[in-house]
Structures are given as structure tokens and as C-alpha cells.
């Protein structure tokens, strides 16, 4: 893996993160937009210029694909690069939590 995309993804942030998550599957903008919101119960909610702004920079990094258009809606999904980035940061997630679960259990 390109060591830029490396520095610029991980760590990613949770708006890449979970827009990442929601492209395993051929999906929208505004498709990822309901997926977010409903993942996290209400909790995220992207607003349109964060998530054009973040497909077209995934896209010109390769961790997604554009791969056709719907009713006027680009669809893109994540590339095997996207993949492993997302694997990437899902294992940097999971050894931080299990960090934090360790010492707070230690402290108590």
C-alpha cells in the first residue's frame, strides 16, 4: 500500500470510516447518507458537502470506484484498496478499545 494513502487514511476519520463501511455495496451519496444516520441511530448525520467532497477525494485516491449512474446518481463502491484500509483502521479500532477495556477494568 502507497505510503500517502497510508499517512491519509489511517487514522481515518469516523465520516470516511463509515462511508467506507456503507460502500462494501454499490451505493449513492445520499444512500450512504440514510446508512450513516441510520447505523448510528441519528447520532451521525452527514451533510451533503462532507460526503461529495469525501466520495470525490476516495475517488481520486482509488479507495473507491465510480461504477455507474442511476436516476441521475453516481454509484460507487469501495475498491480492494479501500478494503484494506478499512481493514486497517477497523484493527487500529479494535486494539485501542481493547487498550481503553484493559486499563479502565485495571483502575476499577
Given at each position: 500500500?502507497?505510503?500517502?494513502?497510508?499517512?491519509v487514511?489511517?487514522p481515518?476519520t469516523?465520516t470516511?470510516?463509515?462511508?467506507?463501511?456503507?460502500?462494501?455495496?454499490?451505493?449513492?451519496?445520499?444512500g450512504?447518507?440514510?446508512?450513516v444516520e441510520?447505523?448510528?441511530?441519528g447520532?451521525v448525520?452527514?451533510?451533503?458537502?462532507?460526503?461529495?467532497g469525501?466520495?470525490a477525494?476516495?475517488?481520486?485516491?482509488?479507495?473507491i470506484?465510480?461504477?455507474?449512474?442511476e436516476?441521475?446518481?453516481?454509484?460507487?463502491?469501495?475498491?480492494?484498496?479501500?478494503?484494506?484500509?478499512?481493514?486497517?483502521e477497523?484493527?487500529?479500532?479494535?486494539?485501542?478499545?481493547?487498550?481503553?477495556?484493559?486499563e479502565m477494568?485495571?483502575?476499577?
Amino acid at each position: 500500500m502507497d505510503q500517502h494513502i497510508k499517512k491519509v487514511y489511517v487514522p481515518m476519520t469516523e465520516t470516511a470510516f463509515l462511508i467506507l463501511l456503507c460502500l462494501r455495496k454499490p451505493n449513492h451519496g445520499y444512500g450512504v447518507v440514510q446508512m450513516v444516520e441510520k447505523m448510528t441511530d441519528g447520532a451521525v448525520r452527514l451533510a451533503p458537502g462532507t460526503m461529495y467532497g469525501s466520495l470525490a477525494k476516495m475517488e481520486k485516491d482509488k479507495i473507491i470506484r465510480f461504477i455507474r449512474e442511476e436516476d441521475k446518481r453516481k454509484i460507487y463502491q469501495i475498491t480492494d484498496l479501500g478494503m484494506e484500509v478499512l481493514e486497517l483502521e477497523r484493527n487500529r479500532i479494535e486494539r485501542l478499545y481493547k487498550i481503553a477495556q484493559e486499563e479502565m477494568h485495571h483502575e476499577s
